[in-house]
């Protein structure tokens, strides 16, 4: 078993930053692929960004494209989301995740976060 346990959130004017990390822990000796989900009130669960478990290759959803930077550290196997420019829209619980490929879709993955709510006022 893989614990996620994330770190980082609150609360932001628009144009703002903020910095979430998700620190892994247990049966980690497999690098897992590792990404960010959010969910706002009454909407499905979107992908945000992902990043590869070794080759360091990453991809964003549009909406994030060029404001948020995901990144690792495999020593400390810890993922972090880098969130700037954050906008009203951005304001949703926000999920980290991890599994066999870095994919777009929330049920490649094997592990979840405890969530931590981003909030984002205009």
């Known amino acids: 078993q893989v614990q996620l346990v994330q770190s980082g959130g609150g609360s932001v004017q628009a144009g703002g930053s903020l910095r979430l990390s998700c620190a892994a822990s247990?049966?980690?000796?497999?690098?897992?692929?590792m990404a960010w989900f959010r969910q706002a009130p009454g909407k499905e669960r979107e992908f945000v960004a992902a990043?590869?478990?070794?080759?360091?290759?990453?991809g964003y959803a549009d909406s994030v494209q060029g404001r948020f930077t995901i990144s690792r550290e495999n020593a400390e196997n810890t993922v972090n989301l880098q969130m700037n420019d954050l906008k009203p829209e951005d304001t949703a619980a926000y999920y980290c995740?991890?599994?066999?490929?870095?994919?777009?879709?929330?049920?490649?993955?094997?592990?979840w976060g405890q969530g931590t709510q981003v909030t984002v006022s205009s």
């Open positions: 247990g049966r980690t000796g497999r690098t897992y692929a």
């Open positions: 995740a991890a599994g066999r490929h870095a994919l777009r879709y929330s049920s490649s993955y094997d592990y």
């Open positions: 990043i590869s478990s070794t080759e360091g290759i990453f």
